[in-house]
Each structure stands twice: as C-alpha cells, then as structure tokens.
C-alpha cells in the first residue's frame, strides 16, 4: 500500500499567521491526493481534492500544491475556527490510505 | 441534501460479528462508490474498505481482510459493514462516507460515526 507521511505532526501557530503542512506520498500518485480538516467530536470535513482544488464552499485562504509524491496545504491568516487537525488522503489506488494527521494547536 | 447516518455500533466480545448500517438520503445512492474509515479513540483516521456503485467491486485493508465484509442494498439505498472475528484493535468510531463517483477512491462526504467496542 501506499504511505502518506505527514510533517509536522502538531504545529502551533497564532491567529493570523500563515502555516504550511506537507505531505509525502512513498511513491508517485500524481495529483490524486486530498485534504480534510476535523475538530474534535465532529467528522472530517472535505477541503481540497486533485491536490489544488477547493471543494465548494471552502474558503480560498485554503491552498494546496503539488503532484508526484510531495504536496502541501497551506492555510492564511489563520482564524480561531481553523484550529483542527489536518488529513491528507491518496486516492491513486483503490486502497485509500490517510496521513496520519497534523493537529493545527493555537500558540 | 447529502445524510450519511450509521448504526449498529456496541459494546462486543473478542472474537464476536456485528453488523453495522448506513442509511443514504439527499444523493442518487446507487451512482456512487462507499466507503468506511474508521478512527480508533484519540488516533488518525484508518481507511476500512470500499464498495463501487454495483457492488461488483470491492476493496478492503489488509488489517480487515478476511473478516469483514462490504455490502450494499441500493433498493434500500444502505451501506453495510459485517464484522466478524472482531479484535480489541477493532474498537473504534466507524464512518460511512460518500465518494465523488462511480469508481471514485475520493471522499466528498461522511456521516457522524458508529462507535464500535471491542472488550471482554
């Protein structure tokens, strides 16, 4: 199966800066990769699919690049609503499988 | 709009089935590949298994393989989850989830989770 391996693992961050988490696919999925947010007692939630676009009704402070093996998802002017943690997901083959996430902590 | 809403989860023994469900609303159901994630108590979401819109194709983990088995009744527009041979590895809150597609891996929606417990 594929492994998706996300950095950093918690990140501490204040409202209103910029942050930046990566995600490294063990080999090459192309753009089949997405990203989820989920707070805590709540299921995950839909941001990015095929690596850059915004699922509908995602604001555009939420960015994601990257194709290959190597992606990211990087968050603007960080807002007290987007304290969660971070999944990314390759969909390239049938076995799905998830990083294994980045909790986003206010600093 | 899309509704997701899983049952069935318990308190279980080791080495006991349990079967869970998934009722589908506000979607054309049988256009759609399924899917269950499950998240274990504190821990990252692990991907369980997945079903095309048909039934005819279906995928599981290898940590699942074997002892658990996808179904679907679209007549019924649900999902099923049967769970054998359960382990205390497999307590967890189990998720129904939405594809984008027919034979999509990509998830678009989830529901709210079933919680499964595995303990003597």
């Known amino acids: 199966d594929i492994q998706m391996t996300q950095s950093p693992s918690s990140l501490s961050a204040s409202v209103g800066d910029r942050v930046t988490i990566t995600c490294r696919a063990s080999?090459?999925?192309?753009?089949?990769l997405a990203w989820f947010q989920q707070k805590p007692g709540k299921a995950p939630k839909s941001l990015i699919y095929a690596a850059s676009s915004l699922q509908s009704g995602v604001p555009s402070k939420f960015s994601g690049s990257g194709s290959g093996t190597d992606f990211t998802l990087t968050i603007s002017s960080l807002q007290p609503e987007d304290f969660a943690t971070y999944y990314c997901?390759?969909?390239?083959?049938?076995?799905?499988?998830f990083g294994q996430g980045t909790r986003l902590e206010i600093k | 709009e899309v509704q997701l809403v899983e049952s069935g989860g318990v308190v279980v023994q080791p080495g006991g089935s349990l079967r869970l469900s998934c009722a589908a609303s506000g979607f054309t159901f049988d256009d759609y590949t399924m899917h269950w994630v499950r998240q274990a108590p504190g821990k990252g979401l692990e991907w369980v298994s997945l079903i095309s819109w048909d039934g005819g194709s279906t995928y599981y983990a290898d940590s699942v393989k074997g002892r658990f088995t996808i179904s679907r009744d679209n007549s019924k527009n649900s999902l099923y989850l049967q769970m054998n041979s359960l382990r205390t590895e497999d307590t967890a809150l189990y998720y129904c989830a939405k594809a984008t597609g027919a034979s999509s891996g990509l998830i678009d929606y989830w529901g709210q989770g079933t919680l499964v417990t595995v303990s003597s």
């Open positions: 997901q390759q969909y390239n083959s049938y076995h799905i499988t």
């Open positions: 080999q090459g999925i192309s753009n089949y």
